[in-house]
């Protein structure tokens, strides 16, 4: 039997879900899938650098269970979220003649669920898929809540498709072997659930980050936690159309500077959402909403953590900020011209602002650049 | 005030719509929009088949109603269906700076709904979209019901989403420019209304065929009365899980046609279904299920029409059997390896029977290759 830690029911009516949380859920998985999902087969998508030390833990529990499936490996890195690569993935669906009933394994972290979640809800007009989120980030944001897509030159996820799992597989051990730099990473993600609206769970976290860092039990409830809350979230507003953009805090930002430095190596995303997140509190605490001190606690924690937290930090030059604004402008949680910001007035206090000023936000991070 | 001569309302929930049907909305399209979507800018998607004709009096009409407005005018037919394409259109919305509120315009004919509607359907994950359908085909079947794709090199359709239009605009003016082919091939699919669950209709055609080309008031009848037909199918069955289906009466065989044809002009669409619908009904004659003279009769008004009935009236040399068994087998009307076939019991008796005997098919086939 499958070793479960943690279950969060993502209760979507006829699109529920479960997220399961537990030591050893790939190898378990063609056990789950078989149980669940009778009479299927299977096309596994992952990337070259997930494919070596985990897709052999898949297929051996797919084999042993006697699942049939496919395989389609893709290039590591943001850029293979493309229009080439999805392409290549619905095409690999087809070839591989799996029909509208069968299913999709999104076997990795955030690209390779958000690209293989897009090619299933396009492939034969939808097909069913199933998340195995193999990176922290992936686990607590990426895989649950069903928006998938790819990159434009435009931007980030500017074309996609709402399209949930019907079952999440988050493998704690698979984290073992992540690098540092993408824990941390997925780390800024965590945070941002207690800073939008629960102030005792980054409290836990100032008192938690250590073992969650190396592998207690702290870090499956920390997991578990940010499903819970993404849950939570997702259920009130599965479309985006209200509450949901509150789990943008620190991405207007973040987004703008990861298309600044080419989504490359030299910023990842969740590091993109730690600035993001800081400059958010600034910039709150700048217009008079929220108090210095919680700035000072955010961007602390989250340096403790190893992650960056300054324009200053990120590697190499960054463009002009008109270059900045154009892509804060193009970000996709604008509305009718007016900048939406999420801003804060502290610590789990976060809303959604829609009359950003343009030019209080040029203003600020003028300012920041010179630090 | 916009002539109105039908309004078919799509009762699904809070994707409900209209379809207006009446001889000058798209000159009125502007004054309608104005009025039913305050505040909107628009991307028009047409082709350019279509643009010398249509789109000086769509444009006029929103510079009338003082509407904004980008243009993408793309090739014409039905190789336009394709990935290339698709980013095309949705990096073309986006260079328009086009929100999520904001109005794709579908100007065109299947193929023009079919990929507009999907770019809108991914753009952003999920833009509104409006269809002027400018053929009889688009106005009758592919405007409505919220399917829309592209092609994959493996078949027709196999890429896509189901996302509903805010509303449809059927110009009856439009029709009287299309190519006298294309009007039959467009017929093919009203005249699928009848055979499929409307014997009264079928012979309300057959009492009608001649207005309805020569372009009377039948005209206007016929239009509605198919897409009250489908929107009462599509209501009952959005996703094509059951009933649905029967829509495609014609389809599986049609479509294997079209793809042995290369999706050229050798065989149109509504061609295509033309002769697979008298393929389906002889073939429910050679299984026993329907009478021989209903074969004849459906032939015989198809013929009337001006469209192919045969394989022999496809121009040029077909594939071998093998091949088109093997586009049957890829088409995606596919379920666990049995073939799923709209048969037919007579002249408004289609149903779904899915375990079809492939080999049945292919000795049908063969036989009709002979003829």
Same mark, same amino acid.
């Given at each position: 039997?499958?070793?479960?830690?943690?279950?969060?029911?993502?209760?979507?009516?006829?699109?529920?879900?479960?997220?399961?949380?537990?030591?050893?859920?790939?190898?378990?998985?063609?056990?789950?899938?078989?149980?669940?999902?009778?009479?299927?087969?299977?096309?596994?998508?992952?990337?070259?650098?997930?494919? %070596?030390?985990?897709?052999?833990?898949?297929? @051996?529990?797919?084999?042993?269970?006697?699942?049939?499936?496919?395989?389609?490996?893709?290039?590591?890195?943001?850029?293979?979220?493309?229009?080439?690569?999805?392409?290549?993935?619905?095409?690999?669906?087809?070839?591989?003649?799996?029909?509208?009933?069968?299913?999709? !394994?999104?076997?990795?972290?955030?690209?390779?669920?958000?690209?293989?979640?897009?090619? @299933?809800?396009?492939?034969?007009?939808?097909?069913?898929?199933?998340?195995?989120?193999?990176?922290?980030?992936?686990?607590?944001?990426?895989?649950?809540?069903?928006?998938?897509?790819?990159?434009?030159?435009? %931007?980030?996820?500017?074309?996609?498709?709402?399209?949930?799992?019907?079952?999440?597989?988050?493998?704690?051990?698979?984290?073992?072997?992540?690098?540092?730099?993408?824990?941390?990473?997925?780390?800024?993600?965590?945070?941002?659930? +207690?800073?939008?609206?629960?102030?005792?769970?980054?409290?836990?976290?100032?008192?938690?980050?250590?073992?969650?860092?190396?592998?207690?039990?702290?870090?499956?409830?920390?997991?578990?936690?940010?499903?819970?809350?993404?849950?939570?979230?997702?259920?009130?507003?599965?479309?985006?159309?209200?509450?949901?953009?509150?789990?943008?805090? +620190?991405?207007?930002?973040?987004?703008?500077?990861?298309?600044?430095?080419?989504?490359?190596?030299?910023?990842?995303?969740?590091?993109?959402?730690? !600035?993001?997140?800081?400059?958010?509190?600034?910039?709150?605490?700048?217009?008079?909403?929220?108090?210095?001190?919680?700035?000072?606690?955010?961007?602390?924690?989250?340096?403790?953590?190893?992650?960056?937290?300054?324009?200053?930090?990120?590697?190499?030059?960054?463009?002009?900020?008109?270059?900045?604004?154009?892509?804060?402008?193009?970000?996709?949680?604008?509305?009718?011209?007016?900048?939406?910001?999420?801003?804060?007035?502290?610590?789990?206090?976060?809303?959604?602002?829609?009359?950003?000023?343009?030019?209080?936000?040029?203003?600020?991070?003028?300012?920041?650049?010179?630090?």
């Amino acid at each position: 039997m499958a070793q479960i830690d943690h279950t969060v029911h993502v209760a979507l009516g006829e699109r529920a879900y479960d997220i399961l949380i537990g030591p050893k859920l790939i190898e378990e998985a063609g056990a789950i899938l078989a149980e669940k999902f009778p009479g299927r087969r299977y096309g596994i998508v992952t990337d070259e650098m997930v494919a %070596g030390a985990q897709l052999p833990r898949l297929t @051996a529990g797919l084999d042993a269970a006697g699942l049939s499936y496919d395989t389609i490996v893709l290039p590591a890195g943001e850029s293979t979220k493309s229009y080439g690569m999805l392409e290549k993935v619905v095409e690999g669906l087809l070839s591989a003649k799996l029909e509208r009933g069968d299913l999709v !394994i999104a076997l990795g972290g955030g690209v390779v669920g958000d690209l293989a979640g897009f090619a @299933a809800a396009v492939t034969r007009r939808g097909m069913d898929f199933v998340q195995v989120p193999t990176s922290l980030l992936a686990q607590v944001d990426s895989s649950v809540g069903g928006k998938t897509g790819i990159n434009s030159p435009h %931007g980030k996820n500017l074309v996609g498709a709402f399209h949930q799992p019907k079952l999440v597989l988050a493998d704690l051990s698979a984290l073992d072997t992540l690098d540092p730099r993408q824990f941390a990473a997925g780390y800024a993600e965590v945070v941002k659930y +207690g800073l939008i609206d629960d102030p005792e769970f980054f409290e836990w976290l100032e008192a938690n980050r250590v073992e969650i860092f190396s592998g207690g039990p702290a870090r499956g409830e920390a997991i578990a936690r940010c499903c819970a809350h993404k849950a939570r979230v997702v259920i009130a507003d599965e479309k985006e159309t209200g509450v949901r953009a509150l789990l943008n805090l +620190g991405h207007t930002f973040g987004h703008a500077l990861e298309k600044d430095t080419g989504y490359s190596s030299r910023l990842l995303h969740g590091e993109g959402v730690a !600035i993001g997140m800081v400059l958010a509190h600034g910039f709150s605490n700048r217009l008079g909403l929220a108090p210095g001190q919680d700035s000072g606690r955010v961007a602390a924690h989250l340096q403790a953590a190893g992650l960056p937290t300054r324009l200053a930090d990120i590697p190499g030059e960054l463009g002009s900020t008109d270059e900045l604004m154009a892509a804060i402008a193009q970000d996709k949680k604008v509305s009718r011209g007016a900048l939406t910001f999420i801003l804060t007035r502290g610590i789990g206090q976060a809303f959604i602002e829609r009359q950003v000023d343009p030019q209080a936000v040029r203003a600020f991070l003028e300012e920041m650049r010179a630090k």
